[in-house]
Structures are given as C-alpha cells and as structure tokens.
C-alpha cells in the first residue's frame, strides 16, 4: 500500500503539471497510477489515508469456533500424535471416523499458535536468490555450459564447451570433446584467459551445476587463475540465460545438421563456421543489432552514433515523414546477470525528478512529450497521435 505521504505528493506534482500545461492523463502515465486513482486521492482531501486497514469486514461463515479451534489444538497435541505432522494425522483420523478440520487449517491454527516449526536434522527449506552480477566492460562476466550435439548414431553425442562474455555476446572460447570432464573445461578456461590477455584480472565465471564446473580440480585451477566462480541455484534451468540462449541459436541455424554429425572433426568444423559467423557477421538483437566483436572491442558508441545522425539527417530532409522522434539507437552501458526483479506496483524512484523536468519545458509538458521543443512541434505530436 502506498503511503498518505507519497499519495499527498503525487497529487501535488501532478497539480503541477497540469497547471503548466501537461495532460492529467500523462503525468499520471509516468507515476504509473490510473487517473481515476489520482482522482480518487484528489477528491479525498485530508483522508487520503488508505482506509483498508480500518475497514470492519464479516466474520466467515466457515470460520471454526474457539471451542473447534481448542479441540483441534487438544488433538494434535496427544501423546500419539505430538511428533506426527498433519498430514500424517489427518488420514489417522479419517481411519477413526473422526474429522476435525482440513490439513490445511490444522497446519494453520499451529502456525498462529507457534506450534508448527521444522523438525528432524535437515537444513531448514530457505528461498535462494539467483547470483546477479553487472558488467560494464567486456572480460568481466563471464558465462559456460556444456550442451549436447548428435553424433553419427542414435545415443551418441558430442560434448560442445563454450564460454561467452555476457557484456559482449562474444564467444572467447569453444571446443568439442567426446565426455564431460573437468579436465577438457581447465583446458578451455586456461585457452581463453590467455587468448584474451585478462590473467589476474577480476572475473567472474558463471555456470550450472555439473559435475565438471563443480569439480575440485576445477575450482582450484580458476583460483589460481583469480577467476571467481558463480553457480546457478539447484534444479533452476533459467539461471543461465545467455548460454540457454546462444545454445538456441546455434541448434536452430539452417544449415545445423540436426540428423547428426558423421565424425567429432565434422562437429568442429561446422562449429568453426558457426563461432565466426556469430561473432563476425551476426547482428545481436540484444545488442542493437550491434556485432558482438564490434562490442567486444569497444567500437559499439562509434557505430550507433553515426546511425542515429543517419536518422537525424534523414529526418531533416523530410520531417513530414516523421511523426515522432527518430528510432532510438542508444544501448546500456550495463548488462545484468539474473537481474534482480522491481516492485512495478509502488510508484517509481524518480517519477517526481521526471515530471519537473517535463515542467522546465512547456512545450513537453503541454503534451507529455519531452522530444517536443516547440509549441508548434507538440501541436503536431498531439495531431499525429490523434490521427
């Protein structure tokens, strides 16, 4: 719930707005709340406290007694079942003919009476966030996996290693091997270090949890390296997006011999190919349609600056054609590993900052458009819009 604090102060930057010639229904827009809700808190005044806590609601109809709520506590608590959870003394009873309540309402009423806690001598069942690290330069994150390729029979199967730069969508380093071994990943890990130079560098090398990257051996080689190790958290399958990913589009190429490769030899060369088509000649989606050897040595901003003047250029020749800004070219300077997750429904950091910048250009606020740097070029946003 929003507090009365930050309701008084949306409806004051919005009266703000408005007042200086931006739309209700905008402003509303960047807080991320509906205009009936800035409506409702308008019109509340002094009460803009959320009453929902105070509000006196029914008793259920199905709510158990006091008397049922003592004798499901009496129950559970006899000495033959004092040390049997309920799930175990629900179908107890139902053998007896006696029903006193559902397993889930018995777990409840011994959860509000701190009667329910974790037994045994296992670990207590936590909730583990995935490893979230960002990178802001190529050779800093790095992500691996192994995936399988069909081989000339049914049943065998070549192990592809690859390692790719998550800031870059580079690959730095790839093989194929017959097994999964902890030896062939310290080989490619060692390969790729020193292909890009970064030995005693900070790194970071995230992968699932197989044998091979959980090796002892393994993780003594990256320590020495002074690479740090990242894991996915257990029997999670999308803790490793970048490599799930990449894996997709190599399987998915057209000319991917999906029937099986004949030898390991064919299974190299066409991953040869493959590996400099992908950082040579693909545009990256996720990168601006940028490629990855281009962001992988830092001549990404060069590139989209001159497309962007490109657009600039051509929307000068024609504005009519134009009716919004120019296609936006820019990329982050940061890419995210399992980024953590926002909370969309509170209103946004920074929506207050926004809405006066807005202010300080009355031709953006009159139509809730900060490209807009006239009055005529927001009668013509607001005329495009409405056609």
């Known amino acids: 719930m929003i507090s009365a604090q930050d309701r008084r102060t949306v409806v004051e930057l919005i009266k703000e707005a408005n007042i200086n010639g931006a739309q209700i229904s905008k402003a509303c827009k960047v807080l991320s709340i509906s205009r009936r809700t800035y409506e409702r808190w308008n019109k509340s005044g002094d009460e803009i406290a959320d009453r929902r806590p105070l509000a006196q609601r029914p008793v259920p109809k199905n709510k158990l007694t006091e008397e049922e709520r003592q004798e499901v506590l009496n129950t559970v608590n006899q000495k033959e079942y004092s040390s049997l959870p309920p799930s175990q003394i629900v179908p107890d009873l139902a053998d007896k003919g006696i029903y006193i309540a559902s397993e889930s309402t018995i777990y409840r009423i011994l959860r509000e009476s701190e009667q329910q806690h974790h037994r045994g001598r296992s670990k207590r069942p936590s909730p583990r966030p995935p490893e979230t690290h960002i990178a802001t330069a190529p050779n800093q994150v790095w992500s691996w996996d192994i995936s399988w390729l069909p081989g000339p029979a049914h049943g065998i199967y070549y192990r592809l290693y690859l390692i790719l730069d998550i800031f870059s969508r580079y690959i730095v380093g790839w093989e194929i091997w017959e097994k999964e071994t902890a030896e062939y990943a310290s080989e490619l890990v060692k390969k790729a270090v020193i292909s890009e130079k970064i030995k005693g560098q900070p790194l970071v090398l995230h992968s699932d949890n197989g044998s091979p990257m959980k090796a002892s051996s393994f993780l003594v080689l990256l320590e020495k390296l002074g690479v740090s190790s990242s894991f996915s958290r257990p029997r999670v399958s999308n803790d490793n997006p970048y490599s799930e990913s990449l894996f997709r589009t190599c399987k998915y190429r057209p000319d991917y011999p999906y029937k099986g490769f004949g030898t390991l030899q064919d299974a190299r060369k ?27 040595e830092g001549r990404a901003l060069e590139i989209l600056e001159k497309r962007r003047k490109v657009y600039e250029e051509a929307r000068n020749r024609h504005p009519e054609r134009w009716a919004r800004g120019t296609r936006n070219w820019a990329l982050s300077d940061k890419v995210a590993l399992n980024p953590t997750k926002e909370d969309h429904r509170r209103i946004p950091e920074g929506g207050g900052r926004f809405l006066k910048r807005m202010l300080s250009n009355p031709a953006a606020a009159a139509c ?3 490209e807009a740097k006239s009055l005529d070029e927001c009668a013509r946003l607001s005329k495009a819009d409405q056609s």
């Open 270 to 296: 066409w991953m040869s190919q493959f590996v400099y088509w992908y950082n040579e000649k693909h545009r990256h989606s996720g990168l601006q349609f940028i490629k990855p050897r281009q962001r992988h």
């Open 368 to 370: 809730g458009r900060s």
